[in-house]
């Protein structure tokens, strides 16, 4: 079990960015892969970016391949969202989520992931 808390998030003007962290406890941390989600208000929980338990492997949304970077840092069980070039259309509560269990074929579907943050608001400016 992995227990996830999310911080970082506030509010943005469009084109500034923001780095999202997710503290973890729980021995499983650095076998588990990571992702973050977003959901937008009225919107479904969407996948965002994920990291193998190595880090060796990142996996990104089309829509923020590019402006957006993942990465872990295993000694200190947190992984991490740098998010720039921040869009209004980025505007969503995160997630941080882990999984010991998910390949690559299904990294970005929610209920393969049975650990999740409570989720930090990001709310980008037009």
């Keep these: 079990q992995v227990q996830l808390v999310e911080s970082g998030g506030g509010l943005v003007q469009a ?8 503290g973890a406890s729980g021995r499983a941390f650095s076998y588990s892969y990571m992702a973050w989600f977003r959901q ?30 993942i990465s872990r ?32 074929g299904d990294i970005a579907a929610p209920a393969r992931y049975p650990n999740w943050g409570q989720g930090t608001q990001v709310t980008v400016s037009s």
């Design 15 to 22: 084109g500034g960015s923001l780095r999202l962290s997710c």
């Design 73 to 104: 840092d295993n000694a200190a069980n947190a992984v991490f969202l740098q998010m720039n070039s921040l869009k209004p259309e980025d505007t969503a509560v995160y997630y941080c989520a882990a999984s010991r269990a998910v390949g690559a």
């Design 40 to 69: 937008a208000p009225g919107k479904e929980r969407e996948f965002v970016a994920g990291i193998s338990w190595s880090g060796g492997s990142t996996y990104y949304e089309d829509s923020v391949n590019g402006r957006f970077t």
